[in-house]
């Protein structure tokens, strides 16, 4: 069975920085493209980040280009979300979503595998 498991939120000054993981087991993540998202408290989910099956191709929302960076290690079957410059305002849930993709390119649509999400609070 697919299944996705975030780690690594937690609370953390401005400024600051954090690693979330992403691990996928049940599948071999090498044909997938992974997105990450969030959802702040009475907003509405969005993408944040997203990178493809390959690897080669990532995508970034403005509000986190330059702080935020999406890797994989497809060994290790999971998938990084480095987050620097940390703001308040970053401050979400955040999951990551699979879905098969055999492209280089990656978007923030159609996910149909989700994971529970890690909370990330942003304060000083």
């Known amino acids: 069975q697919l299944q996705l498991v975030e780690s690594g939120g937690g609370l953390v000054q401005p400024g600051g920085s954090l690693r979330l993981s992403c691990a996928a087991s049940?599948?071999?993540?090498?044909?997938?493209?992974i997105g990450w998202f969030r959802q702040a408290p009475g907003k509405e989910r969005e993408g944040v980040s997203c990178i493809s099956s390959s690897g080669s191709r990532t995508n970034y929302v403005d509000f986190v280009k330059g702080r935020f960076t999406i890797s994989r290690d497809n060994a290790k079957n999971t998938v990084y979300l480095q987050m620097n410059s940390l703001k308040p305002e970053d401050t979400a849930d955040y999951y990551c979503?699979?879905?098969?993709?055999?492209?280089?390119?990656?978007?923030?649509?159609?996910?149909?595998?989700w994971g529970q999400g890690t909370q990330v609070t942003v304060s000083s």
């Open positions: 979503a699979a879905k098969k993709s055999y492209g280089t390119s990656c978007s923030f649509l159609n996910y149909p595998s």
């Open positions: 049940g599948f071999n993540l090498d044909y997938y493209a």
